[in-house]
């Protein structure tokens, strides 16, 4: 199937490792431009090697971008439409995992979360939104399946997580109007940079770390999912073959959550 995503420009925010990078690789080889960025400057300059390794140097941007400074988010969509002018596709997919009680979790601990995972979605969408409608453009969040099924010991992320499902359908209606979709990824068990790293710091596989996790977790599919079927959702998503889904969070889980 042709998504019909070249010549299109997707901002991709944590596009350096796992689930971003995965996307960003697969939407320069559909022929997409790519600006991906991340708060550190050596996984920034690794990240863009690679895409630029697997498309050209046109169409990729590397940034050094904290997402939750405002005037950072400001510095990215500056820097995005002098390069290329326009901007088709953005991505909200910034994030790290944080899961602990209620109870335990300080004031400091649920401000950093909800600014790193709802805030900077909340000022992204806001500095991209005049292109984004002049595009007639898609806006992806990634999210975790706890925001639509919390469990115990999930918080802050399952709260942040709700809140951003929540924003993702206001987003779908704000601009639906406008010509622009809004939707969400739910993400459950997923190879990702923080699964990579935890399976760096036991001193095993991944595909080690994937077999022992997901034996206890009761996934239907019995696996761990992979980071190009992670991709393969979104790159469809941000496209024009998908251009009738807007305001809905897509499971991706195996089957594991009990909502729908």
Same mark, same amino acid.
């Given at each position: ?11 991709? !925010? ?20 790519? =600006? ?8 920034? !300059? =690794? ?22 400074? &405002?005037?950072?988010?400001? @510095? ?20 790290? /995992? ?9 004031? @400091? ?46 918080? &802050? !992320?399952?709260?942040?997580?709700? =809140? ?7 987003? /779908? ?46 996934? &239907? ?40």
């Amino acid at each position: 199937m042709d998504l019909e995503l070249e010549g299109s420009v997707v901002v991709v !925010t944590g596009g350096t490792d796992g689930l971003g990078l995965a996307l960003a690789r697969r939407l320069v080889v559909e022929g997409a431009s790519v =600006a991906i960025c991340s708060r550190r400057s050596d996984a920034v !300059t =690794a990240a863009t090697d690679e895409l630029i390794g697997c498309s050209s140097k046109q169409q990729v941007l590397g940034l050094v971008v904290d997402v939750t400074n &405002p005037s950072a988010i400001e @510095a990215l969509a500056s820097a995005t439409l002098a390069r290329f002018g326009r901007v088709d596709g953005l991505v909200n997919n910034a994030g790290q /995992s944080a899961a602990q009680g209620v109870l335990h979790v300080d004031d @400091a601990a649920w401000q950093a979360d909800l600014d790193l995972k709802l805030f900077a979605a909340i000022r992204t969408t806001r500095a991209f939104a005049e292109s984004l409608k002049a595009s007639k453009g898609s806006i992806l969040n990634v999210l975790a399946i706890s925001g639509k099924h919390p469990g115990a010991s999930t918080a &802050p !992320t399952s709260i942040s997580r709700a =809140a951003g499902l929540a924003l993702t359908k206001a987003t /779908s209606k704000d601009l639906g109007p406008f010509g622009v979709r809004a939707n969400a990824i739910l993400i459950g068990f997923i190879e990702s940079g923080q699964w990579l790293r935890r399976a760096e710091e036991a001193g095993i596989t991944m595909d080690r770390l994937a077999e022992q996790v997901s034996s206890g977790m009761g996934i &239907p599919l019995g696996r761990m999912g992979r980071a190009e079927e992670f991709a393969d959702l979104a790159a469809f998503l941000l496209s024009a073959r998908a251009s009738y889904v807007s305001g809905v969070g897509i499971n991706l889980d195996g089957g594991l959550s009990s909502a729908v």
